[in-house]
């Protein structure tokens, strides 16, 4: 049984560009979270999905934006990128309460 | 919102010593708490959680305690190895089922020297 798996593992980018992060869930799982963790920090949790709908959303502005597919994978995007959007953006799927992570997408903006 | 904090930032233990890891909460409606660990480089992993209705839950060398009236939670490593050496997160988080946001503390870098 895989686990929740994320795409691509590493991302260079610019300021002002547009990026596209990608997450498998566990089988089974239907629920998505995406948290941003800030090097030497704590996941910041950004919003999840569930039903392809979002269902909470965390303290983050609308240039992040995300998406749930019909098979429960999801896509998470940052539009007009920032140097402060530099971080490890890691997704965890759920059924129920436990959430269980992804490796991670490291996102470097230059 | 919720807000986690998390104490020490920073621990080392002797080889085999135990190491306690505490965290408080600010609302009263969280009633779920996992703690995860995390290598370098690694993703982070559940090791251990606890439900607002029980006050302590134990698995081999781990344990956590909970206590709702002072909003506070610890975990408890016991007979620490090299292999414990990480960083470990706290989370706290209210609702029902998978419908969770976990707030994190800021983490604990746990040294356990051999």
């Known amino acids: 049984d895989a686990g929740v798996t994320q795409s691509p593992t590493h991302l260079i980018k610019t300021r002002g560009q547009q990026v596209t992060l990608r997450c498998s869930p566990k089988?089974?799982?239907?629920?998505v979270s995406w948290y941003q963790q800030a090097l030497g920090q704590g996941p910041q949790f950004i919003f999840q999905?569930?039903?392809?709908?979002?269902?909470q959303r965390g303290n983050f502005p609308d240039r992040f934006s995300g998406h749930q597919f019909p098979n429960y994978s999801s896509e998470l995007n940052v539009n007009a990128l920032l140097l402060g959007d530099s971080a490890l953006y890691l997704c965890?799927?759920?059924?129920?309460?436990?959430?269980?992570f992804g490796p991670g997408t490291r996102l470097l903006v230059l | 919102g919720e807000n986690v904090e998390q104490h020490p930032s920073t621990l080392s233990v002797q080889e085999g010593d135990s190491a306690v890891i505490k965290c408080t909460y600010s609302d009263s409606a969280s009633n779920y708490f996992p703690w995860y660990k995390q290598e370098l480089g690694k993703r982070p992993q559940l090791i251990i959680d606890i439900r607002s209705n029980v006050g302590e839950k134990k698995d081999q060398r781990i344990a956590v305690t909970l206590n709702k009236t002072a909003k506070h939670f610890s975990l408890h490593i016991t007979e620490t190895q090299p292999e414990d050496s990480a960083v470990y997160f706290c989370a706290a988080s209210m609702g029902g089922g998978s419908a969770r946001q976990l707030t994190f503390g800021s983490g604990t870098q746990l040294t356990v020297l051999p």
């Open positions: 089988s089974g799982h239907d629920t």
């Open positions: 965890a799927s759920s059924l129920q309460e436990t959430q269980y």
């Open positions: 999905y569930y039903e392809e709908e979002e269902r």
